[in-house]
């Protein structure tokens, strides 16, 4: 008997909108991300110990597992549909439920073709067309990368961004996606949410004009970083974050990473974290965020 073939579906046949050369399989582009993030972070080390010959030596091993070019492409592998996505659908959830982005014709009856509501800042940015990136009308974006792909993403690092000088250049929302367990040292860590607190706009549940939700940090880490480290667990995480001013508003855990909406509600405190070791097992791993 003929086997009856099945009906592939519109979107089956049409082209994604990026698609890469050749598709790499998960278990080569995990490889690829781990060794990166293994080979920073022994670079870094290398740099601490003042080992400039050792940390050449690493450089060119990075280059040679394909360098930041290729781990942005399996990265950007993990943001398809059938690998989890792309984690700015968990934001543009949570801020449709706060209220931040509204409906299509609520928006057209209150703008007479102004500027956007709200401005997000996206430090580590893959692609213009993410889900937070479809809503132009109520969220401004401004995309920036070590290393751009494209228009629409600016090729800059965010520790070296210049902070805001006037109003005008801070934003409403911050997001980190994927990007502080990309930075290899603790210290650097913490000087990255830190340095978050100040691209925020700092009139924070004292305007009207501004959703008290805002401004935020979207946080995204893989999610061993917070469950298997030694020297992190979720409940220091969040005391980090309410040292730096923040309050959690939403969180979501799934097999792999672990999504977090904090708003800035005060100004950071001065209080200081340490690398202390959290809990301990033979299979943890040693995630560490040190604020100074
Ligand atoms: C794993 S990718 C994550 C991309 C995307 N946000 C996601 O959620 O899939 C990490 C990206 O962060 C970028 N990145 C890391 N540190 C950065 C910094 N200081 N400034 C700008 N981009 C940075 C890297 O270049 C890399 O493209």
Redesign the pocket.
């Known amino acids: 008997m003929a086997v009856k073939k099945r009906q592939k579906t519109l979107s089956h046949g049409r082209p994604p909108l990026s698609r890469p050369k050749e598709r790499m399989s998960s278990q080569q582009s995990r490889t690829i991300?781990r060794t990166h993030h293994r080979l920073q972070k022994e670079h870094a080390a290398a740099l601490r110990k003042g080992d400039a010959r050792l940390a050449e030596e690493i450089s060119r091993a990075i280059e040679k597992n394909g360098g930041?070019k290729v781990?942005?492409a399996a990265?950007?592998q993990?943001?398809s549909k059938d690998r989890g996505g792309?984690?700015?659908k968990v934001l543009v959830e949570w801020l449709r439920e706060a209220n931040v982005i509204q409906s299509d014709n609520v928006v057209d009856e209150h703008m007479d073709g102004g500027s956007a509501v709200y401005r997000c800042l996206?430090?580590?940015?893959?692609s213009p067309e993410n889900e937070i990136s479809k809503v132009p009308k109520q969220i401004q974006m401004t995309r920036?990368?070590?290393?751009s792909q494209g228009p629409g993403i600016e090729k800059?690092?965010?520790?070296?961004?210049p902070l805001p000088s006037s109003p005008d250049e801070d934003f409403d929302i911050v997001?980190?996606?994927?990007?502080l367990?990309?930075?290899p040292d603790p210290t650097q860590r913490g000087e990255?949410l830190k340095r978050v607190t100040r691209f925020l706009h700092r009139d924070m549940g004292r305007s009207t004009t501004r959703n008290s939700a805002l401004p935020a940090l979207f946080l995204?880490l893989p999610l061993p970083c917070v469950e298997n480290s030694r020297y992190l667990d979720e409940q220091l995480l969040l005391q980090i974050m309410e040292n730096l001013g923040f309050a959690l508003t939403n969180k979501k855990t799934t097999p792999k990473l672990c999504y977090y909406l904090f708003s800035m509600t005060r100004r950071p405190n001065l209080t200081k974290t340490d690398k202390r070791k959290v809990r301990d097992g033979p299979l943890m791993n040693n995630f560490c965020i040190v604020v100074e």
């Open positions: 991300i930041l781990y942005q990265s950007k993990g943001q792309d984690s700015s996206e430090v580590g940015a893959l920036i990368d070590l290393n800059q690092d965010f520790m070296k961004r997001s980190l996606s994927l990007v367990n990309y930075v990255m995204v």
